[in-house]
DNA sequence: AAATTAGTTAAGTCATCGCTTGACTATTTG
DNA sequence: CAAATAGTCAAGCGATGACTTAACTAATTT
């Protein structure tokens, strides 16, 4: 039965944050040290080491040390679980979106929010 | 400066939580009812509620009540949003790898976690 | 060698999250 | 109509998360 690979929620979990949402964007364009990444953030040094320590651990960025500084770079490898995991499930949800669309369109979906009356 | 949708941070908060990683698997197979959802998991359906509305607020399901019941299906459109960040980066990083493998691979990069001396 | 730079760790604080229980609202079914 | 079914909401509780500051290490510069 259809089961998930041990470090996605990890990864989620990692990406859930908006500034480290932000850090991976920012690698994205090109590797940085822990003090570029930080600079435009208005947080001290140690916050952004902690989220990078964060980004490490779930396998959505690597470091490396050069000298007293650290380099980092996005993990392709640890991101293609993510990319794996989603284009594994698409397949199925496509077939599911062919058969309830009309089902859909009657019932005429509402969500929680705007509730049922 | 390349920048995220505004959902994707939620999208990925809701798709942190193991349980709710697990309800998006269960409905990847089929569309469901809450109570159907709820069935194997060791938990209250109060619980369960909250996390099919979590999902939904996120655009990672969407809910449609049919008499009693509530029916739960991926939606599919929310989920776009994360495949089209993911697509869209992907890109980027290739480039960078190219660049930098030959410079990882000298420098014998190491995780924060097994420190550096 | 002393001062500066780059990063790391630890401890503590405050907010949010995941869950529970209990009361309550619809919708079916007997 | 009464009882069961399916789901919802609210309050509360313990655990986790996102910071902070302060003290520290290691590499570079002067």
Known sequence: MLNFHPKLAGLMT????PTRLAIVEKLSLTPLSVSEIAAPFDMSLAAIVQHIQVLEKAGAVRTF???RT???IIDTAG????????????RFWQGQF????AILDAE?????????T
Do not use: F, Y
């Open 14 to 17: 990692a990406l859930s944050d």
């Open 65 to 67: 040390k050069q000298g």
């Open 70 to 72: 650290r380099r980092c």
């Open 79 to 90: 991101m293609a679980v993510l990319k794996n995991w989603l284009t594994d499930r698409e």
């Open 98 to 101: 062919d058969n309830l669309e």
């Open 108 to 116: 005429a979906p509402k969500s929680i929010e705007e509730r049922d």
